[in-house]
């Protein structure tokens, strides 16, 4: 399994365009084959910050999600947007198992 998680801030001019794109590329990308759990949501409190969260079955699912169209267009609108802090991991191997 790999993760993807980190976080994205935006100016709070683009935040609003942030999250209507990210909407739309989620909406996409959670039929992608090898997305098993893909989530971008804004941070309570911080309304222009973003949670990444992604979880897929390996690294080629993930560079075939970097190639699509849909992901294309999402990055387009973050370079227009004004992103001024992308912290990005990727976490790799690992069992995933429930806490309790």
Same mark, same amino acid.
């Given at each position: 399994? =790999?993760? +993807?998680?980190?976080?994205?801030?935006? /100016?709070? %001019?683009? $935040? @609003? #365009? &942030?999250? !209507? #794109? &990210?909407? %739309?590329?989620? &909406? @996409?990308?959670?039929? %992608? #084959?090898?997305? /098993? *759990?893909?989530?971008?949501?804004?941070?309570?409190?911080?309304?222009?910050?973003?949670? *990444?969260? %992604?979880?897929? @079955?390996?690294? &080629?699912?993930?560079?075939?999600?970097? $190639?699509?169209?849909?992901? $294309? /267009?999402?990055?387009? +609108?973050?370079? !227009?947007?004004?992103?001024?802090?992308? =912290?990005?991991?990727?976490? /790799?191997?690992?069992?995933?198992?429930? =806490?309790?």
């Amino acid at each position: 399994m =790999l993760i +993807v998680t980190g976080t994205i801030e935006i /100016t709070p %001019e683009g $935040a @609003e #365009a &942030a999250r !209507k #794109a &990210a909407q %739309e590329m989620v &909406a @996409e990308t959670v039929k %992608e #084959a090898g997305c /098993t *759990v893909y989530e971008f949501s804004q941070i309570l409190g911080h309304a222009n910050r973003f949670r *990444v969260y %992604e979880e897929w @079955e390996s690294q &080629a699912a993930l560079e075939a999600h970097f $190639a699509t169209p849909h992901m $294309a /267009t999402f990055q387009a +609108v973050l370079g !227009k947007v004004g992103v001024t802090e992308s =912290l990005i991991y990727r976490i /790799t191997g690992g069992d995933k198992k429930p =806490l309790r």
